[in-house]
C-alpha cells in the first residue's frame, strides 16, 4: 500500500493536532501509512509556533481548541489548509463559521481522502 502513495505524498508534511492521545496515534498512523510525514502535537499553542515556523501542508485540528487554532492562523494569514475534525458533529457548524471543512472522527478512514 505504502508504495501507491510514496509519489503523491512525498513532499507532504502534515501537523496534527489531537489532545486524546489514542486519537493522534490513529490519526498519524493512518498518515504515515500513506507514506506522509506527520508531527503531533497536543498542545494548541506549539502548534501555532510551529505553524509559524513553516514546513506543513495541511493541518488537522481537533476540536473546540482547534477551532482557537483555525482562527489565529488565519488571523495571521498564515495560508494553510486546515481541517477541524471532531467526534462532536456540534463543531461542524463551528467549523462553517470560520470557514474550514469539518471531519467527524466516526469517518476518520475519509481523512486521508480529504487531504
Known amino acids: 500500500m505504502k508504495a501507491e502513495y510514496k509519489e503523491r505524498t512525498e513532499a507532504e508534511h502534515v501537523l496534527v ?3 486524546d492521545p489514542v486519537w493522534m496515534r490513529i ?5 504515515e501509512e500513506r507514506c ?7 498542545d494548541v499553542k ?11 501542508n495541511r493541518v ?7 477551532t482557537w487554532l483555525v482562527i489565529a492562523a488565519k488571523t ?10 471532531s ?9 462553517k463559521e470560520i470557514g474550514v471543512e469539518f471531519i467527524d ?8 481522502d480529504q487531504l
Open 27 to 31: 490519526h498519524k498512523s493512518i498518515l
Open 60 to 66: 488537522i485540528t481537533d476540536g473546540l481548541e482547534g
Open 46 to 56: 506549539e502548534a501555532l509556533e510551529l505553524l509559524e515556523q513553516g514546513g506543513f
Open 76 to 85: 495571521k494569514q498564515l495560508g494553510i489548509p486546515m481541517k477541524l475534525i
Open 17 to 19: 493536532v489531537e489532545d
Open 105 to 112: 472522527k466516526s469517518k476518520v478512514p475519509k481523512l486521508i
Open 36 to 42: 506522509i510525514k506527520v508531527t503531533a502535537v497536543s
Open 87 to 95: 467526534g462532536d458533529v456540534r463543531h461542524e457548524s463551528q467549523a
